[in-house]
């Protein structure tokens, strides 16, 4: 679940005491992990795989009542921002006032020490303020059309604080996380934008043309989720010049991660095998093809940083055996996805009596159905398959889901995952994102009465029968 889904007063999830009250929930479930999706900016579309920055936090998730608290808004301005509707996330508005409304703030801010000593162990988040406060000094245009190059200082002393802000309070959630023994798990996308701080003051270590512009793109061929493939449009890295500099830009970005997660997943692992890649000119990514990338040593290069740190590899998709030996030597749990198990594949690994031990189980993703909307979808022939794997009469396939969460917790995998959906049993109402549209995702929230309805001494039961504590 990510922080957006909580539930609040506020228009979106936050770091307030929802996320505290949410930890306790876990805790007292028997639930010691808990994933999110990647925290950076997110983009026009709300999604936060594409931003204008990889070391960047999401002002929305900032919350309203601690800035009240210190003094930072007034009790009016805090009543005026409560929200219209507790079940979506309001994007609208919030792009319209949240903005200036942590502006007020930052102008009220004055633990300034306080602030720069943060950036001296955080220059790259640093990096991004100034690329945003660049970006505002040149009329929001992208990076390749800027004219001045003196960041706008307002802005800059914004973004300042908005980002410091952002990572005080979650640094005070994870702290309480962790002393309640809950884990946090990031998510990593694979790619930055064009148009970034990563890219802007990194030219080097991307593929790009005497214009500084992308000579190739990413995305993913044809497959399960869209029919032309995803053309994700990002620009790809340069391996050959990040292996000359000991792939230091990568190393960054994960010791990052190190101090906002307990683990991380790593999006689109299977790109450090062979990356496709497709002309910008394109208008899908059918016509793509397949590079090689840094493989085993890069991978080898990562794990010397990590330690205890969890790396899942997220090794979905179209996967060959090259790949499948890369996740294998790499020692990082790959991803199964109990929707995928079905799709017509014989034995599938997807299906809960292939899961090895070093894997990460998943019902289904933020890109899946929720479990009920699954059922509720597939063809008749398919359903009944479901149901006669989990040994569930066929006609109660609409309440056919705490057996299957059951049979996933008695699994082999050694980490089990749920979306949040599932463990309340909504529907594809609720369904957070459907990969290859941009409108209509990340919107989802939960409910406090919702997030009570689960039945906490069950899970706690069942975590515990199948050593899960």
């Known amino acids: 679940m990510h922080i957006s889904s909580l539930y609040g007063d506020y228009s979106i999830g936050s770091f307030g005491k929802e996320a505290v009250e949410f930890i306790d929930f876990l805790s007292s479930s028997g639930f010691t992990y808990w ?9 026009e579309c709300n999604s936060p795989y594409k931003s204008f920055g990889a070391f960047s936090g999401n002002p929305y998730f ?38 200036s409304l942590l502006e007020k703030a930052s102008k009220n801010f004055k633990d300034l020490s306080l602030m720069e000593e943060f950036y001296k162990s955080f220059p790259e988040i640093l990096r991004f303020c100034e690329f945003m406060a660049l970006k505002k000094a040149n009329d929001g245009l992208p990076h390749s059309e800027w004219t001045c190059l003196v960041p706008d200082k307002s802005a800059l002393q914004t973004w300042k604080f908005i980002e410091y802000e952002f990572f005080t309070e979650w640094f005070k959630i994870k702290k309480y996380a962790n002393s309640k023994g809950v884990k946090i798990i990031g998510d990593m996308p694979i790619y930055v934008d064009f148009d970034s701080s990563d890219l802007y003051f990194n030219k080097g270590e991307f593929l790009l043309d005497e214009n500084g512009k992308p000579k190739l793109v990413a995305g993913v061929p044809p497959d399960y989720f869209s029919k032309d493939g995803q053309l994700w449009g990002n620009p790809l890295y340069n391996w050959n010049k990040m292996k000359e500099n000991g792939y230091a830009w990568w190393k960054k970005r994960i010791d990052f991660h190190k101090k906002l997660f307990d683990g991380v997943r790593i999006d689109h692992f299977r ?48 996967i060959t055996n090259e790949v499948r030996t890369l996740v294998k030597k790499s020692g990082f749990p790959g991803m199964k996805v109990l929707q995928f198990g079905f799709l017509g594949e014989e034995n599938s690994p997807h299906l809960p009596h292939n899961y090895e031990n070093n894997c990460v189980a998943y019902t289904g993703t933020h890109d899946n159905n929720t ?53 309340l049993h909504y529907g594809a109402d609720t369904r957070l994102n459907t990969p290859g549209i941009a409108q209509n995702n990340w919107a989802f929230r939960i409910t406090k009465n919702g997030l009570h309805s689960i039945d906490k001494e069950k899970y706690y039961y069942y975590n515990k029968l199948y050593s899960r504590l």
């Open 35 to 43: 994933q999110v999706l990647p925290f950076c900016l997110p983009d």
């Open 62 to 99: 900032i919350d309203l009542p601690t800035l009240y608290e210190k003094g930072l808004i007034s009790k009016e301005e805090l009543d005026g921002a409560k929200q219209q509707s507790p079940y979506l996330c309001e994007f609208e508005r919030l792009k319209k006032e949240r903005f």
């Open 271 to 318: 790109a450090f095998q062979d990356y496709y890649a497709v002309k910008p000119t394109e208008k899908t990514a059918r016509n793509g093809k397949w590079r090689k990338g840094p493989r085993l040593q890069f991978i080898n290069e990562i794990k010397k940083m990590c330690g205890d740190f969890t790396v899942i590899a997220e090794d979905l998709g179209l």
């Open 371 to 423: 479990l009920l909307g699954y059922v509720w979808e597939v063809d008749n022939n398919t359903r009944n398959t479901i149901m006669d794997y989990f040994n569930i009469q066929r006609d109660r396939w609409n309440d056919s889901y705490g057996e299957i969460i059951l049979k996933m917790l008695s699994s082999s995998a050694g980490l089990t995952i749920f979306p949040v959906q599932d463990l």
